[in-house]
């Protein structure tokens, strides 16, 4: 089914919720679950990692950063996460992306547009760089789920009265095929994401402020590999956003 369609479809007609199985008016979680599940009032997180801060360390407002992140800065400014992956989003992550469905892009794109906090860091972007697959993990998978979210955000603010970024995927780039990170350590994956990524030459990045999104955030390390080529490209202004990341 055409993508579009399917996700025309999947807002009309009536659907089963992923977490209470009760049917509903459309939608992959009903209004009652989302109200449970989704992230209200917004938690502090780190702007370096995006881990959320302690509840008992607000209201008071929290540092911006933790100490790892002050110890080892990020190749970013800032951090921009919606919700710790856990249930239900990382089954519905897990359908999104391992069992293709495609649609479920177009709702978590309108959910995350709806955080007042992520929608700003959206918009104050000149460019959206989708976190690029590998041409076999992209083959495999047909679909890059982290460029459905960003060619839902472009499509959104080109019709927005003040204007936002654009969505590119022809500038930060991933040539080659790398194991899978799922099962290897912290220095493994750093090992396996050498040279992973690079820019396309001749890109001038240096007066854009770049947002690079990710669907999941586990350890950083690819963000990292990718945020480090884009810096060595030139780029100064580098922030992320990922729908969610491992608490
Ligand atoms: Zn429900
Ligand atoms: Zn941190």
């Excluded at 519905?92 to 794109?109: F, S, T, V």
């Excluded at 240096?206 to 810096?231: E, H, P, S």
Aim: hydrophobic share 40%.
């Amino acid at each position: 089914m055409l993508p579009n369609l399917a996700a025309w479809l999947s807002h009309r007609l009536p659907s089963q919720c992923l977490a209470c199985h009760r049917w509903g008016p459309g939608g992959p979680l009903c209004p009652a679950c989302m109200q449970r599940f989704a992230p209200a009032p917004e938690l502090p997180r780190c702007s370096g990692c995006g881990q959320p801060w302690p509840a008992s360390l607000w209201p008071e407002p929290p540092p911006p950063r933790c100490g790892a992140c002050l110890r080892q800065p990020p190749p970013w400014q800032h951090c921009h996460v919606w919700v710790d992956y856990g249930y239900p989003w990382a089954d519905l992550i897990a359908r999104w992306k391992l069992q293709q469905h495609p649609a479920l892009a177009a709702h978590l794109a309108r959910w995350l547009l709806s955080s007042p906090r992520l929608a700003q860091a959206l918009q104050q972007a000149d460019v959206l760089l989708p976190l690029p697959l590998s041409p076999q993990r992209l083959r495999e998978r047909g679909f890059n789920q982290a460029a459905q979210l960003t060619q839902h955000w472009a499509r959104h603010f080109a019709q927005h009265p003040q204007g936002g970024p654009h969505a590119r995927t022809d500038l930060l780039l991933r040539p080659q095929h790398q194991r899978t990170q799922r099962t290897l350590g912290r220095s493994a994956r750093l090992r396996n994401l050498h040279g992973a990524f690079t820019v396309r030459s001749g890109a001038d990045l240096a007066g854009l402020r770049l947002l690079v999104v990710d669907d999941v955030i586990t350890t950083g390390a690819t963000l990292r590999a990718a945020c480090t080529a884009l810096q060595a490209a030139g780029a100064q202004h580098i922030s992320v956003l990922a729908v969610a990341r491992t608490p």
